[in-house]
């Protein structure tokens, strides 16, 4: 193993063995980026490294499911000023079918992120920024694993689509890049679950008058 990938081993085979991450407070709302737009969005893998145990994936799946998911969640930004997202995928692990209750593995993908201001040419910080994403438990993969309730293709998707969520809050952790007013309202607001909207009561029909006698 590598030695960028030695320091978060210890880290990222807890996380694979943890029941559960925790509630991502971002998932249903797009917060305000101030005045950021998506620029370039570059994803490569070529130097990732498989953390066992865990199914295999290419390097190519993990730049095509991530440079989706970073296009579906940063791409609806509207500013005034470009910003480019660099990310490198590290390591993963899918998590393989396990004995439930004894051997429940979990799935982990490991990043490093870097943005660029595009006016300045120049990146907004020192180092990468080193991302654990968790794959997370439902409460059926928190019974029989996610190695058994989830495919491969589904444990990837969940991993990118969390690991835009997180690498968005690292960015809001820094909002003097961005010019964000903390004052400003969401971008986009959560969406309403339909079940919570009460149904309109129709007005009863008035009974029509009975025609007049000749």
């Known amino acids: 193993m590598s030695a960028r990938l030695t320091r ?6 807890l ?3 943890s ?14 980026m101030g005045d950021f737009r998506l620029g370039h969005n570059i994803v490569v893998a070529d130097n990732m ?5 865990s199914r295999n ?8 499911i991530l440079t989706s998911e970073i296009d579906r969640r940063f791409g609806q930004y509207e500013g005034d000023r470009l910003y480019h997202i660099g990310i490198a995928v590290d390591g993963y692990a899918l998590a393989p079918p396990g004995i439930p209750l004894v051997l429940n593995p979990r799935s982990v993908l490991v990043l490093s992120v870097n943005v660029w201001d595009d006016a300045l040419g120049a990146k ?8 654990l994403v968790l794959e997370g438990a439902s409460s059926e993969t928190a019974v029989i694993g996610s190695g058994i309730a989830r495919t491969r293709e589904e444990q990837m998707q969940v991993l990118a689509r969390n690991a835009a969520r997180q690498i968005q809050r ?4 820094n909002p003097e890049w961005f010019s964000i007013d903390p004052d400003a309202p969401p971008f986009r607001e959560a969406p309403v679950p339909e079940a919570a909207v009460e149904p309109v009561a129709e007005a009863p029909a008035t ?3 009975p025609p007049a006698a000749p």
């Open 49 to 53: 490294q498989q953390i066992p145990p």
């Open 124 to 131: 907004l910080h020192d180092e990468p920024e080193q991302i």
């Open 15 to 17: 996380t694979v063995l």
């Open 170 to 173: 690292w960015m809001l952790d």
């Open 57 to 64: 994936a290419t390097p190519e799946e993990w730049v095509e």
């Open 8 to 13: 978060f081993a210890p880290l990222a085979l």
């Open 207 to 209: 009974p029509a008058s």
């Open 19 to 32: 029941a559960c991450a925790a509630p991502d407070p971002l998932t249903d709302e797009l917060p305000n």
